[in-house]
């Protein structure tokens, strides 16, 4: 990654709002994370909304949003489309599936698509849009509701350059730290391909240090605390650990990130190893723990409780 491929987007290359008709953009998805950057963006923004459950419809008129009882209306005419899917299946469903937006869509508009769902999918959906005069700028991003209401969230894109330029009012007002990977949609599902590796490779990693720590007698709280302060420390250690502890208990752990996610992301991390020809024995085993953790019924589960995996049975 070069330093000129490597660039934060500034604030100053917001557009200018004019004052007959201001920037929109159109949040497709009022959910756990649609809504905060939906309210986030409605600070500078003329935002529309839609959502399938009406009480997310209500939440985001308070919060200033316009909106509307179907995703055609609510995208009609904007500047940008937020999109937040599970999977490439519901991305070509949300803009080219009965109900899709695609085709209510101005040309020279952008559609900003911030999930994980792998290099392939976004690629091809791209060059759909590109037919019809939209690009598609790739922006995967890392954080959780509260930091998306507070603008705080770490976004990767690729896109050609006026898409970027496009999308900046939107980007720039969600991210904290936005790094521009490549010029190319696919490029930022790459980054974030990458990124996902390291994070299922160290949940699970974390997950047997923890769970042989139980099998020899340690003490988990003192064990947690001196492996974090020394060599062996990681950021999904301190975050996550903790979560593996309570997992351990009757309780359970609150639900952060779902473990399924992680199958999903793994699974997109071997598509990726396997297409560029690469080996990823690590990553791999990695995998197949998050996959026996959702055929133990954990997915809705913390991708904490992947632990359970390893140390069936709750914690004295």
Known sequence: MTESSARPIHPATLAADSPARPYTVAVLGLGAMGLPMATRLATRLAVNGFDIAADRLALAGAAGITPHDSARSAAAGVDAVLLAVRNGDQLRDALFGEAGVADALTAGSV????STVGIGDVTEVAERL?????????????GGPVRAGEGDLLIVVGAVPSAREKAAPVLDLLASTLTVIGDRPGDGQAFKTVNQLLCGVHIAAAAEALALAEALGL??????ATLSAGAAGSFMLAN???RMLEARSERGA???SRLDIFVKDMGIVSTAARSAGLATPVASAA???FLL??????S???DSAVIGVLAPGTAE
């Open 111 to 114: 559609v900003i698509m911030t």
């Open 130 to 142: 590109s037919g019809l005069g939209i690009d598609l700028v790739d922006a995967p991003l890392s």
């Open 219 to 224: 003490d988990p709280d003192n064990t947690l």
């Open 240 to 242: 996550r650990g903790p």
């Open 254 to 256: 609150e639900v952060l």
């Open 287 to 289: 995998e197949q723990l």
């Open 293 to 298: 953790g959702k055929a133990a019924g954990l």
């Open 300 to 302: 809705a589960a913390d």
